[in-house]
């Protein structure tokens, strides 16, 4: 079965500062990859999914995200953070295309300080 | 649209009652999930579907049922309600039709019993 790693429980940066999430896979196949956020009290939204092509993605909020196959990563990166990305970053792995069942990793919670 | 609505937003059960938690969308979706979501932990799947009147277990069904008799709506029953359940839920839906492929989550149930 596949499954997702996101080693970082709770990462604190600087607001301006770059970011980097780390996402680990395990799975036989080259697999679907998603990034979600979720604020404080909210749903999940999708930030940048990962299905074929261009091994670095671009997501919304100024996120991007690359897959290394050698690796089984798919890190999510931003260059300059700001107060408001303060949040849970949830990676997901999916077998199919679409909308099949998705297995999420334990989420990094990030903390921005002035 | 409205997205995907749930209902109550809070709720406290006491051991052993049941409860019926809402999920409906407005944006003619094909697919459905139910996730709970615990402290420290990612989403598990609890139930998904795949159209009305189409359900299937996820990664964690014991104690839950569901029901899908139309496009829009997917309630999740709780019959005997344990401590173990106590979570914040989370409905979501999605289409892979015209290579949509996201979920969208609904903004959650904080569930306690106690």
């Known amino acids: 079965a596949q499954s997702v790693t996101q080693p970082d429980i709770h990462i604190t940066v600087s607001e301006g500062a770059s970011l980097e999430l780390r996402c680990n896979y395990s799975?036989?196949?080259?697999?679907?990859l998603f990034w979600y956020v979720q604020s404080p009290g909210q749903g999940l939204q999708l930030l940048l999914k990962y299905f074929s092509g261009d091994t670095l993605v671009q997501g919304i909020k100024g996120f991007e995200a690359e897959f290394k196959r050698s690796q089984s990563s798919f890190n999510l990166r931003k260059p300059s953070v700001h107060w408001s990305d303060a949040a849970e970053y949830f990676c997901?792995?999916?077998?199919?295309?679409?909308?099949?069942?998705?297995?999420f990793g334990t989420g990094t919670r990030l903390t921005i300080i002035p | 649209n409205a997205g995907v609505t749930q209902t109550p937003k809070f709720r406290i059960l006491k051991i052993g009652q049941s409860m019926t938690l809402q999920c409906a969308q407005d944006m003619n979706h094909n697919y459905m999930y139910w996730y709970r979501q615990d402290p420290g932990m990612g989403l598990k799947l609890i139930y998904y579907?795949?159209?009305?009147?189409?359900?299937d277990k996820g990664e964690v069904p014991n104690g839950y049922n569901v029901s899908r008799s139309t496009t829009e709506d997917f309630p999740l029953r709780l019959e005997l309600a344990a401590p173990s359940q106590t979570s914040v839920y989370f409905c979501?839906?999605?289409?892979?039709?015209?290579?949509?492929?996201?979920?969208?989550f609904g903004p959650g149930t904080r569930l306690t019993v106690l």
């Open positions: 579907s795949v159209g009305a009147g189409i359900t």
């Open positions: 997901a792995v999916g077998l199919t295309f679409g909308n099949e069942k998705l297995t």
């Open positions: 799975y036989g196949a080259t697999p679907y």
């Open positions: 979501a839906s999605g289409d892979n039709r015209g290579g949509t492929d996201t979920q969208y």
